[in-house]
Structures are given as C-alpha cells and as structure tokens.
C-alpha cells in the first residue's frame, strides 16, 4: 500500500467520489437485463390490456398505470417501491373486474410476472 497525499483546492463534483482517509465510493448498479425484460414484460401487458379496451372501465386506468411503471423503469434508476406500488394497484383492479372478462387470470398471471422482473432490478 502506498501512502500519498493529493492538496485538491476548490469543489469537488462528479459521481462515486470518496474523499479521505479509508473512504470508498460505490456507484450505484443496475441489472439493465431485469430492466428490458420488466420493460418487454409491461409492453406486452399494455397491449393485451388493449384487447380489452371498453370492456371494463378499469382497464383505462390500468394502462396509465403500467405506462407510468414502465416510464419508472427506463429512468436509468427506477424505484422499486413506486414501480411495485404501481402494479399492485394494477393487481387490485384486475381483482374488482368481473370474471366475465375472459383473460382476467392471464392479466394477473402478466403483473406477477413483472413483479418479479422488478424484483430483480
């Protein structure tokens, strides 16, 4: 180990610095595969929801939900607790649709799989 000292005057900016004496900086990581594959996964939720347009009111709003998770997945450091805030809303209102909407257990099937997509990131 080598002992150096380096005077730095003025601010010091930028990401994953550590300054003194047995600093350490980590950057933060993100798996960007669990992030496209939980991306790929809303995608195709979206589009099946909109099979379903018109035929529960709910469906709407599950679209603006699942659009704002995945929006919170492409941010480069997306929030785990408001993307599964999210989609347990989704979940919810899947649980309120009548179970004459054939699909409704392929909808819920689809949001658990994203769960878990998110749970990876």
Do not use: W
């Amino acid at each position: 180990m080598s002992n150096y000292r380096v005077n730095i005057e003025g601010d010091v900016t930028g990401s994953s610095i550590a300054i003194g004496k047995q600093a350490s900086a980590g950057a933060p990581t993100s798996d960007s595969s669990a992030e496209i594959l939980a991306s790929r996964l809303l995608d195709d939720f979206i589009a099946t929801l909109e099979r379903y347009d018109g035929s529960e009111p709910c469906m709407h709003h599950m679209r603006e939900l699942a659009e704002s998770a995945q929006e919170e997945i492409t941010t480069g450091q997306p929030d785990k607790g408001r993307i599964r805030a999210r989609l347990d809303r989704i979940h919810a209102l899947i649980s309120t649709m009548t179970s004459a909407v054939a699909g409704t257990a392929d909808l819920a099937d689809a949001i658990d799989k994203i769960r878990a997509a998110v749970g990876r990131l």
